[in-house]
């Protein structure tokens, strides 16, 4: 089975949950930037979690299926429509041989997911299909989606197929779909949940206190590998040396410039600058959604805090799981 990139917007990538192992070597680990909407896609359709699908940034994707085809989309309203029809989000739909799906333009949240049943067939580098666009590795070819590129799709397992059936023999998609209100958050306002970074402490009073008493805007300076931040200065007591050391999704970073960057799916292995907090491993999917200008209010938490949140979070993802499969075979 196969679909035809028409236009490939402004950017998307094939990406699964991530390359890990092999940051030691200082390969990246990538994968999607809203984990959450990308594995429930790849449930919605039957597939394993870590599946490849397709990430699409904000706006311009159009693709021509060459086949019928089951497929969820998820994440961010970027507007998705079939054959100029407003197309079904979070739920599985049937799009048949012959059918476009446009982009067209942002609603809500920055970036939205595709998965087909079956997943993408596109060779795992270093184990993942994820696309690392600096080193041109991984997805197709390294490299973004280009214009005449045709996406390669798997057979589908059995549970898929039972799916694939129903909603044909239905005639319509299914008429449900999944609540991810408790999952992410859409809105350009929000406020992000932060542990202390390692050098937490030797920030002064002022910049301490800012950094969960103040307002931060996400600037035009935002992709896949950080997000740069505006707001009040934030200033060491004294100038120290500091040497590189790993850093993962989320670590707050602050430059001599003091306007903090939010490292993202992208980020590098290891970074120097020191780290005033860590954005929270539940909050991140909500962060990747942002659009610039949108407006932060970061939120001190416990690291107890943090891992509830996060066991949360994994709970309402098994729900989703499980509720799926019982409305499906029952």
Not at 177 to 195: A, D, E, G, K, P
Not at 251 to 276: E, F
Request: proline share 4%; hydrophobic share 40%.
């Amino acid at each position: 089975m196969t679909v035809r990139v028409l236009h490939p917007g402004l950017l998307t990538t094939i990406q699964d949950l991530g390359r890990y192992g092999f940051q030691k070597y200082g390969v990246i680990v990538s994968g999607a930037m809203d984990q959450y909407s990308f594995r429930a896609a790849n449930l919605l359709v039957g597939n394993k979690e870590n599946e490849g699908a397709l990430e699409i940034t904000l706006l311009g994707t159009s693709l021509l299926f060459e086949q019928d085809m089951l497929i969820a989309i998820t994440g961010g309203d970027l507007f998705a429509v079939i054959d100029d029809k407003k197309a079904a989000m979070w739920r599985p739909i049937l799009v048949r041989k012959g059918s476009i799906l446009q982009f067209k333009s942002p609603l809500k949240g920055c970036r939205a997911y595709v998965a087909f049943a079956g997943g993408i067939a596109v060779p795992e580098v270093m184990g993942s299909k994820s696309t690392y666009l600096r080193a041109g590795i991984g997805g197709l070819k390294g490299r973004a989606l280009q214009k005449e590129d045709i996406i390669e799709v798997n057979k589908t397992n059995e549970f898929s197929q039972s799916l694939f059936h129903k909603l044909n023999d239905l005639g319509s998609d299914i008429n449900w779909s999944v609540n991810y209100n408790n999952l992410i958050n859409f809105q350009q306002t929000q406020t992000i949940r932060v542990i202390r970074g390692t050098e937490f402490d030797r920030f002064d009073q002022n910049s301490k206190r800012s950094l969960f008493n103040e307002p931060f805007k996400l600037t035009t300076q935002a992709d896949r590998m950080g997000y740069h931040m505006k707001g009040p200065i934030l200033s060491l007591t004294e100038e120290f040396q500091l040497l590189s050391e790993g850093v993962t999704h989320g670590t707050i970073q602050v430059p001599p410039s003091g306007n903090p960057i939010i490292l993202m799916a992208d980020r590098q292995t290891t970074g120097g600058y020191p780290k005033i907090g860590q954005i929270i491993s539940a909050d991140l999917p909500s962060m990747a959604q942002l659009q610039p200008t949108a407006t932060i209010h970061f939120k001190e938490v416990s690291h107890e805090e943090a891992e509830n949140e996060l066991l949360k979070k994994e709970r309402i993802l098994e729900e989703i799981k499980v509720g799926f499969r019982y409305k499906i075979l029952y």
